[in-house]
């Protein structure tokens, strides 16, 4: 039902633009959100979006990733900026629908790295 794509290798003080794109015409994003996932480490929150365009993010990305979302498209956005060695991760979108249901994309890898 998600597609998430746009990881990849950069270096450090880079930008990456990840995407979530809903598939499906039954299925409409309510709340979107990215995820990620550490190596050896629990995933965790990275930034949300509403419907409204309300925006919510971890304290450390604040400043230099901006979610945020094209309802026409039915697509989430997660734009990297200012990249860190301590944002690689597996990156994962969550899509929740006006019903509740709530659905995984699968994980797209981003490696900072010089």
């Known amino acids: 039902q998600l597609q998430a794509s746009g990881g990849g290798l950069v270096q450090p003080g880079g930008s990456l633009r990840l995407s979530c794109a809903a598939s499906?015409?039954?299925?409409?994003?309510?709340?979107g959100g990215w995820y990620r996932q550490a190596p050896g480490k629990q995933r965790e929150l990275v930034a949300t979006v509403s419907s409204g365009g309300t925006t919510n993010y971890a304290d450390s990305v604040k400043g230099r990733f901006t979610i945020s979302r094209d309802n026409a498209k039915n697509t989430v956005y997660l734009q990297m900026n200012s990249l860190r060695i301590e944002d690689t991760a597996v990156y994962y979108c969550n899509g929740v629908g006006y019903s509740g249901v709530s659905y995984w994309g699968k994980g797209t890898l981003v490696t900072v790295s010089s």
């Open positions: 499906g015409s039954r299925f409409s994003i309510n709340v």
